[in-house]
């Protein structure tokens, strides 16, 4: 069978569209419609609908189906979907003739919430499922994602591990990503600066992403701030699944006076590479967040500059050396109730 061009194909879906318009008492077509060329469809083409529908249904079926291009048509047309991440498509408003314009786009600008989307309830429009979509992509990225070696070598950190063993593991048991397994604890022992005045480690936790993305710009700032502060430095590693209480299990082992965690945050839907800084005053077994600080949402999207965060990063470390204290009590030592 001979195949059948994309223009006669059209032709033909037009001729049946046609007869669709038409007026139930059969007179003319209340829209036109034109030809591949962009001339009106001859009103024979209508006439003859009935038989080009079951012409279309079999050339349908008859013609060799070709792959098409993502984006675009078999026969080489764009289709012209925007980009829903693009920052004009991200923050569009989507409430129609709002009472007050102005005041609703300062609102929607001045968070990275999902506001003023247009819709409320169980149907959203096609635009925000599009952006949630997009979105959930890159925190699963971020969260199953792993820190490139090359980037881990780059700053010299040898790797240990938690007792957790797989990702899907990591998420569902919390507990273990708070401890070194075993041969990860005798690697510490082995190779680590035993009582350093700060002891800095970097862990993957919920995102990779922000490991990769943050550590080349915050970690040189934060080393060299230090050693100029007069602090002295531990041996540095990198903790694969790690839980932000995994501080306490390895200062067991190295007994530095602080440790600063450099840590993935839990991904957003927007912002998937925002990293934290935890740290505490001579952490150990049985001490909780109330004896930690944290710094966090360093991110170049929207968050704090890794530069910036680095440099405050360390100016902390150096109060809570001067204090001899973190977490709530560092907050009772200044506010002068201790």
């Not at 079999?58 to 829903?84: C, F, K, Y």
């Not at 569902?172 to 690697?187: A, F």
């Not at 067991?252 to 965690?261: F, G």
């Not at 910036?308 to 204090?323: L, M, Q, R, S, Y």
Request: glycine residues 10%.
């Amino acid at each position: 069978m001979s195949s059948v061009s994309a223009s006669e194909i059209r032709s033909i879906v037009e001729a049946v569209l046609a007869e669709l318009s038409r007026n139930p008492d059969g007179g003319s077509a209340r829209t036109s419609t034109t030809n591949g060329q962009g001339a009106a469809a001859p009103p024979a083409a209508a006439a003859t609908a009935p038989p080009a529908a079951e012409q279309a249904r079999a050339t349908a079926s008859a013609a060799p189906q070709s792959p098409s291009r993502a984006g675009g048509t078999s026969d080489g047309g764009d289709i012209d979907v925007p980009d829903p991440d693009a920052p004009e498509e991200r923050r569009r408003i989507g409430v129609e003739h709002p009472a007050n314009a102005s005041g609703l786009a300062n609102l929607a600008g001045s968070t990275g919430a999902r506001l003023a989307v247009g819709r409320a309830g169980p149907r959203p429009r096609t635009r925000t499922v599009l952006l949630f979509g997009a979105d959930h992509a890159v925190t699963q990225d971020a969260i199953f994602g792993d820190v490139p070696h090359e980037l881990l070598e780059q700053f010299g950190l040898f790797t240990v591990q938690t007792r957790v063993t797989n990702q899907d593991e990591y998420l569902l048991r919390p507990d273990l990503g708070r401890q070194l397994d075993d041969e990860s604890r005798t690697v510490v022992a082995e190779r680590c600066v035993k009582k350093p005045q700060v002891q800095i480690v970097v862990g993957d936790g919920l995102s990779a992403a922000a490991v990769t993305n943050n550590l080349p710009q915050i970690y040189p700032v934060i080393e060299q701030g230090l050693q100029s502060a007069g602090l002295s430095l531990g041996t540095p590693f990198f903790v694969r699944y790690c839980r932000v209480g995994v501080i306490n299990d390895l200062n067991d082992i190295i007994q530095a006076d602080v440790v600063l965690l450099l840590i993935g945050e839990r991904p957003g839907l927007g912002v998937a590479d925002a990293l934290s800084v935890y740290s505490g005053w001579r952490p150990e077994t049985g001490k909780s967040d109330a004896h930690r600080d944290v710094i966090c949402m360093i991110t170049a999207h929207g968050g704090t500059n890794p530069l910036e965060a680095g440099a405050f990063v360390v100016e902390h470390a150096k109060n809570v050396v001067a204090n001899q204290a973190s977490g709530v009590e560092l907050r009772l030592k200044q506010s002068g109730s201790r």
